[in-house]
């Protein structure tokens, strides 16, 4: 079966300006988190969904980063504006259900000049 | 609230060496998975063994073994007989079972870099 899928691999932009990501899960998988990972560090979880609603946002920074997934599949996480802290590699993951291991995509490394 | 230390930054071995991974955490919760990831330099974090905290039988997997002792908060992770194909980070996360607002959120160590030479 196809995996996560994430788009780009790479971004570089500079600090004030707006970025946005994307991520389709594994076909059937209900469940789609978004993870921040800062260069030495673990993921961090930013935004957790159950089809189409959030369940968990709660360290996901609102003045700046939203995120939706509008039909219960694809993703899009966005920033705007960016700051030079949010350099890291955006991680989206997907499971069947909450009960299930998670499963991760290469991810999004995004630089701030 | 949850926490998971891995006190390792890096350990570098030699091809056909074992290498032991220590990964120890702290919950409140009575259920709880653990689980350890890999992820090489490509970026893509690779699922590994995800263990429920009511079993504490060791687990074996081909060249990988896994230790859990709930006593002592630890799930330790080894990998027999090295190859270069296993340089990685290698990170171990918590997840709670219960159906709360937290349920399925993982909760990640800091990662240890393991790097064999030929």
């Known amino acids: 079966e196809a995996g996560v899928a994430q788009s780009p691999r790479y971004k570089i932009i500079e600090k004030r300006q707006s970025v946005a990501f994307w991520c389709n899960p594994i076909?059937?998988?209900?469940?789609l988190y978004w993870y921040q990972q800062i260069l030495g560090q673990g993921p961090k979880l930013l935004i957790q969904f159950q089809n189409n609603g959030v369940v968990d946002d709660s360290q996901l920074p609102k003045d700046r980063f939203s995120a939706e997934r509008l039909k219960g599949v694809d993703s899009t996480l966005k920033i705007q504006p960016a700051k030079l802290v949010d350099s890291a590699v955006y991680l989206c993951?997907?499971?069947?259900?909450?009960?299930?291991?998670?499963?991760f995509g290469d991810g999004t490394r995004l630089s701030i000049l | 609230a949850q926490k998971v230390t891995q006190a390792q930054t890096e350990i570098s071995v030699v091809e056909k060496e074992d290498v032991t991974l220590d990964c120890v955490y702290e919950t409140r919760d009575t259920t709880y998975y653990l689980f350890w990831y890999k992820q090489p330099p490509s970026g893509e974090l690779v699922f590994l063994i995800r263990r429920n905290s009511f079993d504490e039988q060791n687990e074996i997997s081909g060249r990988y073994s896994w230790n859990f002792q709930k006593s002592t908060s630890s799930f330790n992770f080894t990998i027999t007989a090295s190859q270069v194909v296993d340089s990685a980070v290698y990170f171990c996360a918590l997840s709670p079972k219960v159906r709360t607002d937290s349920w399925g959120k993982l909760q990640f160590g800091a990662g240890t870099q393991v790097v064999v030479t030929p």
């Open positions: 993951a997907s499971s069947f259900d909450r009960d299930q291991p998670q499963h």
């Open positions: 076909s059937g998988h209900a469940t």
